[in-house]
């Protein structure tokens, strides 16, 4: 695989190429990965499969008109052929008075901060089979499982590289490690299936193949023979692994090309009490080792640390170039790049702040509520806010988990659910959002 060096000549050779042809400015972003992964299924090798691409993405301007190109053939004669197409392209597009590169005073200067994303560790094929094969076993283990999707370990590595004509010129690397397992428990009509997983930067970060297994069957066990819960408004707390959903709603809102479209359930309400006062969300782009940790985004702006919700507001927008000038925002560092197509948004490492009481406690008073640990449906109406998904869990009755439900509908707007938010004090840090066990009041729930 290609290293940054490369990748970053590449798009300054490809960025001149597009100016000397007639753009009157332009941007390069180059990515290359390459990975290995092994699954076991009941102790045998399943699948084995190694990945490895490389791409290179142009985008140009020509006045007020751009168009955007990539491709993976790297031969001198595919460049310009590229570079000419793209320009070309680009006269005869329609104009946009907001598409554009980053200025320079907005780009990202100075010395890149050490993220430690990047692991030298090398696994090999046997080595990811035997992590593999003992995560599957651990999970098989468990008093109850009676069968296995299998169990899974990968490494990989990517490179990413930007230039733009207005003078950024940066690249990193980042590694990436995981271990997974999917088992069955029960029989006939009442068989379930769950998993458990973990992704790292950092090989070291995993938690052994033993812990993996063994959640992947307890939790699977545990959904065996689920009844359902009565109909009605009560209280919903979400396990920490699908609560995480909630802040992914809320960042999807927070995009300035959504409140530019007219199509978010916030638009309007950036100066409103949305929150608890003690609630606390945060994004960090610096964090080390994180998922998705960055120095710059996807247009060369500064990645910088912010509260996305504090004293009960949102701070703001997410914002790249085009909709930053269509708003009249500044700059926020979430632009976020493919190899091609125009940049859209995105946000990097996120989390809510954890509460002061215990998972335990949280739940204590809780009379009749629903424990929900699976989500399915697309049912979120991201202009509107309506939330319907269908839902599995535990049925909480006098304040203790109850036994397991399924097949139910939880129901509510997400304006709403957010003022009910209460964290627990559980948070760990090891996803790309991360959230402690969440309790919202006041839900819909369709059950029995």
Known sequence: MIDTDTALARCDDLVALARSLGADAADAVARADSSESVTVRLGELEEVERTES???????????????????????EGLKALAQRAVEMARH???????????????????????????????????????????????????????????????GQAVVALVTSEGFERGYTGTGFSLSANVIAGEGSSMQTDYASRSARHHADLPSPQEIGTK?????????????VPSGRMPVVFDPRIGGGLLGHLIGAMGAPAIARKASFLLGREDEDLFDSGIRIVEDPLRVRGMRSRPFDGEGVASTPRALVENGKIFGWLSNVASARQLGLGLSGHAARSGGGSPGVSASNGHLEAGEVTPEALIADIADGLYVTGLFGQGVNMVTGDYSRGATGFRIRNGEIAGPVAEITIAGNLLEMFRAMTPANDLEMHKSINVPTIRVDGMTVAGE
């Not at 490389?54 to 001198?76: M, N, W």
């Not at 104009?95 to 005073?105: I, M, Q, T």
């Not at 992947?216 to 359902?228: D, I, L, M, Q, Y």
Request: glycine share 10%; no cysteine; charged share 30%.
């Open 216 to 228: 992947a069957g307890e939790r699977t066990v545990a959904k065996v023979n689920p009844g359902s």
């Open 93 to 155: 597009a329609p104009e946009d008075p907001y598409a554009g590169l980053a200025r320079e005073k907005d780009l990202f200067t100075g010395e890149m901060p050490d993220l430690d994303l990047f692991d030298d560790t090398h696994i090999e094929p046997a080595a990811l089979r035997e992590a593999a094969r003992a995560t599957e076993e651990a999970a098989r283990a468990v008093e109850g499982v009676t069968n296995s999707n299998g169990g899974s370990a990968s490494a």
């Open 54 to 76: 490389e791409e290179i993405g142009l985008r140009v301007f020509v006045g007020k008109r751009s168009a955007s190109i990539h491709t993976s053939d790297f031969a001198p």
